[in-house]
Every structure is written in C-alpha cells, then in structure tokens.
C-alpha cells in the first residue's frame, strides 16, 4: 500500500511465522546468530545435544 505522501503504509497485520513468532523474531534471519561460551567440550557437547532434541521435538529430523 502507498500512501499520499508516496511511501509504504505499514499493515496493521503482521505476519506469523510457525509457532506465533513474526520472522523476524527468530535467530538466522538477517544474518544473526547465537554464540554461546562453554566451561568444556563436554558442558558444549551436552548444550548441543539439547538443542538437537529441541529441533527433534519440533519436528526436524537428523541427517
């Protein structure tokens, strides 16, 4: 939409992604990513691992 002054009027309406959250919302859009800092490679392991079965639960499958 464009208004009288020649630029684009946002929607009132936003977009949902899956789950409720809007787009942008979400880690690796734009660029953006998550470091996360670890005592040892086994706390990272076990970080990984979580975050693996978290992606399993909502329904990403393994390689």
Request: net charge positive; proline share 3%.
């Given at each position: 939409?464009?208004?009288?002054?020649?630029?684009?009027?946002?929607?009132?309406v936003?977009?949902?992604?899956?789950?409720?959250?809007?787009?942008?919302?979400?880690?690796?859009?734009?660029?953006?990513?998550?470091?996360?800092?670890?005592?040892?490679?086994?706390?990272?392991?076990?970080?990984?691992?979580?975050?693996?079965r978290?992606?399993?639960?909502?329904?990403?499958?393994?390689l």
């Amino acid at each position: 939409m464009v208004g009288s002054s020649g630029h684009a009027k946002r929607s009132s309406v936003t977009e949902r992604a899956p789950g409720g959250r809007r787009p942008s919302d979400r880690i690796g859009i734009k660029g953006q990513e998550l470091v996360e800092i670890h005592e040892d490679e086994v706390a990272a392991g076990q970080a990984l691992e979580a975050v693996a079965r978290a992606k399993r639960w909502r329904g990403y499958r393994d390689l």
